[in-house]
């Protein structure tokens, strides 16, 4: 039965070749390599970050500002910066997202490849090109200077929205377009229009992956740095309204800690930069369970 | 509630493709309509020009006049929203609404449409089940998702679904193509009890299925790729299938070319 045969006409079922199973095992050795290599590089940054910061992930730091802490003094912490970073990041998503998804669906399922989607898909691609401090300098040139307001957390929301828009717009686009034609035209089928087609059939169906885009957007531009200090500044101290006077934010507290030569600043800025991981990862947990729940249970 | 179709002279194009051309028959109410042709020839494309679904595909056009009971369907101040109330359409691969439960699904036409009212869902909802056949098989999980049905089940859903609207004539595009013999059984079954009630039309590409549940048989041609298609006859399906008028019918029909 082992032996292969080479009579024309009749191919035989031979064993597959040695040349074969050891490009199989070469394939997958490179495979695992290539996966190992993607790891490494992940899980030292996370257990560099976890290692540092760990020791001073406690209730001071937590719930303390850096107001009349100098870097050589322990204690402190980033109470003033997490608040900031949480009211810049979810006004920014709060402006970023509505028009970001109305984007998607406007060059999805009303241009039709027209004029003026192509304007629009042209534009969203070079807004993704704009480096992050050209974005806070946008912000700082037209809101602060021309307009004449202030250093604020919402300046730094603005900057962010200029960031966030662009990802949101291709992340929605991609799953926008991944939703079947057959559901639209079952939809339209039945007589329903074409807005209520989008908002109860279309939505709903990509939801999941756009929650998902949206996660990756916020987790971005929640550690952005440079458009920040172009228009939130420095403060050392707690301020709660991100619409007057500078506010404080993770990224630019750890920029700051860091930059100090006291080890006590550093420990805190290693802590800083655990608790930015922590609340992005949090954040993706929610928006996964809340997006989960929506759809309805498996059979 | 079924009512006649009435098209003259209607030509269909898909940008620069002239897709069917000048097609006029006359559709009986509370009967069954079968198309028959081999593929490419326009069934499809005629079928979705009876309830405007053809022009949902960008560049896409159609000239000519759909009656329905002497409403033109194509008139200017016509909305293409309610003339898809009236004529409904099942389609050739099952596609029940993925984010929904099957009486989310069945209800998803009046519900899309503003229908609030609970009680009045139920009793559409199981109306329309077991107006599909399907009732039974579902009535005790009417939450889990439609999509957790079994193909035939999900083309039966989407039956319900479709008649759930309470249109007067419905469209079917090769209902059972993607289903096997039981389930297309069960499907013929429906259909054969749905034409006391509604105007329905049947693409198939199963002579046997059009002969089967079709009481006139309407056959399409085309001259040669890149051709439109054409109307070659239509008649009593028995006529069609034992002594129709044309050769080209015969010739589909024995098996004799395509």
Same mark, same amino acid.
């Given at each position: 039965?082992?032996?292969?045969?080479?009579?024309?006409?009749?191919?035989?079922?031979?064993?597959?070749?040695?040349?074969?199973?050891?490009?199989?095992?070469?394939?997958?050795?490179?495979?695992?390599?290539?996966?190992?290599?993607?790891?490494?590089?992940?899980?030292?940054?996370?257990?560099?970050?976890?290692?540092?910061?760990?020791?001073?992930?406690?209730?001071?730091?937590?719930?303390?500002?850096?107001?009349?802490?100098?870097?050589?003094?322990?204690?402190?912490?980033?109470?003033?910066?997490?608040?900031?970073?949480?009211?810049?990041?979810?006004?920014?998503?709060?402006?970023?997202?509505?028009?970001?998804?109305?984007?998607?669906?406007?060059?999805?399922?009303?241009?039709?490849?027209?004029?003026?989607?192509?304007?629009?898909?042209?534009?969203?691609?070079?807004?993704?090109?704009?480096?992050?401090?050209?974005?806070?300098?946008?912000?700082?040139?037209?809101?602060?200077?021309?307009?004449?307001?202030?250093?604020?957390?919402?300046?730094?929301?603005?900057?962010?929205?200029?960031?966030?828009?662009?990802?949101?717009?291709?992340?929605?686009?991609?799953?926008?377009?991944?939703?079947?034609?057959?559901?639209?035209?079952?939809?339209?089928?039945?007589?329903?229009?074409?807005?209520?087609?989008?908002?109860?059939?279309?939505?709903?169906?990509?939801?999941?992956?756009?929650?998902?885009?949206?996660?990756?957007?916020?987790?971005?531009?929640?550690?952005?740095?440079?458009?920040?200090?172009?228009?939130?500044?420095?403060?050392?101290?707690?301020?709660?309204?991100?619409?007057?006077?500078?506010?404080?934010?993770?990224?630019?507290?750890?920029?700051?800690?860091?930059?100090?030569?006291?080890?006590?600043?550093?420990?805190?800025?290693?802590?800083?930069?655990?608790?930015?991981?922590?609340?992005?990862?949090?954040?993706?947990?929610?928006?996964?369970?809340?997006?989960?729940?929506?759809?309805?249970?498996?059979? | 509630?079924?009512?006649?179709?009435?098209?003259?002279?209607?030509?269909?194009?898909?940008?620069?493709?002239?897709?069917?051309?000048?097609?006029?028959?006359?559709?009986?109410?509370?009967?069954?309509?079968?198309?028959?042709?081999?593929?490419?020839?326009?069934?499809?494309?005629?079928?979705?020009?009876?309830?405007?679904?053809?022009?949902?595909? %960008?560049?896409?056009?159609?000239?000519?006049?759909?009656? =329905?009971?002497? &409403? +033109? @369907?194509? /008139?200017?101040?016509?909305?293409?929203?309610?003339?898809?109330?009236?004529?409904?359409?099942?389609?050739?691969?099952?596609?029940?609404?993925?984010?929904?439960?099957?009486?989310?699904?069945?209800?998803?036409?009046?519900?899309?449409?503003?229908?609030?009212?609970?009680?009045?869902?139920?009793?559409?909802?199981?109306?329309?089940?077991?107006?599909?056949?399907?009732?039974?098989?579902?009535?005790?999980?009417?939450?889990?998702?439609?999509?957790?049905?079994?193909?035939?089940?999900?083309?039966?859903?989407?039956?319900?679904?479709?008649?759930?609207?309470?249109?007067?004539?419905?469209?079917?595009?090769? %209902?059972?193509?993607?289903?096997?013999?039981?389930?297309? =059984?069960?499907? &013929? +079954? @429906?259909? /054969?009890?749905?034409?006391?009630?509604?105007?329905?039309?049947?693409?198939?590409?199963?002579?046997?299925?059009?002969?089967?549940?079709?009481?006139?048989?309407?056959?399409?041609?085309?001259?040669?790729?890149?051709?439109?298609?054409?109307?070659?006859?239509?008649?009593?399906?028995?006529?069609?299938?034992?002594?129709?008028?044309?050769?080209?019918?015969?010739?589909?029909?024995?098996?004799?070319?395509?």
């Amino acid at each position: 039965m082992s032996s292969v045969t080479t009579s024309p006409g009749k191919p035989s079922l031979g064993s597959i070749s040695a040349g074969r199973k050891i490009k199989d095992r070469l394939v997958q050795g490179f495979v695992y390599l290539a996966f190992a290599l993607a790891v490494i590089p992940l899980v030292s940054v996370l257990w560099t970050v976890l290692s540092n910061g760990v020791k001073r992930l406690d209730a001071d730091f937590l719930g303390h500002s850096m107001n009349g802490v100098s870097g050589r003094d322990t204690g402190g912490g980033a109470y003033h910066a997490i608040i900031g970073t949480l009211e810049q990041v979810a006004i920014a998503s709060a402006i970023a997202v509505p028009i970001a998804v109305l984007t998607a669906v406007y060059l999805v399922e009303y241009s039709g490849g027209g004029r003026l989607g192509k304007v629009i898909s042209f534009f969203v691609d070079v807004m993704t090109g704009i480096p992050s401090v050209v974005a806070g300098l946008f912000v700082l040139a037209l809101w602060l200077l021309t307009f004449d307001f202030g250093f604020s957390g919402f300046a730094g929301a603005l900057a962010l929205t200029i960031l966030m828009i662009p990802t949101v717009v291709r992340s929605s686009e991609e799953m926008l377009k991944l939703v079947p034609n057959e559901l639209r035209e079952a939809s339209y089928a039945l007589g329903v229009p074409r807005w209520r087609t989008i908002l109860f059939v279309i939505l709903p169906t990509a939801l999941t992956g756009m929650v998902t885009g949206i996660m990756l957007a916020v987790a971005r531009v929640m550690g952005e740095t440079a458009p920040l200090l172009l228009t939130i500044f420095f403060t050392k101290a707690i301020n709660t309204d991100p619409f007057k006077d500078p506010q404080g934010s993770l990224p630019s507290f750890i920029w700051e800690q860091a930059k100090d030569p006291n080890q006590n600043s550093i420990d805190r800025a290693w802590t800083g930069a655990l608790v930015l991981i922590l609340i992005i990862m949090v954040l993706n947990l929610a928006a996964r369970l809340i997006a989960g729940r929506r759809a309805p249970s498996g059979r | 509630m079924a009512k006649r179709i009435e098209v003259s002279g209607l030509h269909a194009y898909y940008g620069g493709t002239h897709a069917i051309e000048d097609i006029s028959m006359t559709i009986e109410p509370r009967s069954v309509t079968a198309f028959i042709g081999p593929s490419g020839c326009g069934k499809s494309t005629f079928l979705r020009t009876l309830n405007r679904m053809h022009e949902v595909i %960008p560049g896409a056009r159609v000239e000519g006049k759909v009656l =329905l009971d002497d &409403e +033109d @369907l194509y /008139g200017s101040s016509v909305d293409p929203v309610a003339v898809r109330r009236v004529v409904g359409m099942v389609f050739q691969r099952p596609n029940p609404f993925p984010t929904m439960s099957i009486y989310d699904n069945v209800a998803a036409g009046l519900k899309l449409n503003g229908v609030r009212r609970k009680s009045q869902l139920d009793e559409v909802v199981e109306e329309s089940l077991q107006g599909a056949n399907l009732w039974n098989e579902v009535k005790d999980r009417l939450g889990k998702p439609g999509a957790g049905l079994s193909g035939g089940q999900q083309q039966r859903l989407c039956i319900a679904r479709a008649i759930a609207v309470q249109p007067q004539v419905l469209l079917m595009d090769e %209902p059972c193509s993607a289903l096997d013999p039981i389930s297309t =059984l069960a499907i &013929e +079954d @429906l259909i /054969g009890k749905l034409k006391g009630q509604f105007t329905i039309v049947i693409v198939t590409h199963n002579m046997q299925q059009a002969a089967r549940v079709s009481d006139r048989t309407a056959f399409f041609n085309i001259a040669g790729t890149g051709k439109p298609g054409k109307l070659i006859e239509i008649d009593d399906t028995s006529k069609i299938f034992t002594n129709p008028e044309q050769k080209a019918t015969e010739d589909y029909i024995t098996g004799r070319f395509g």
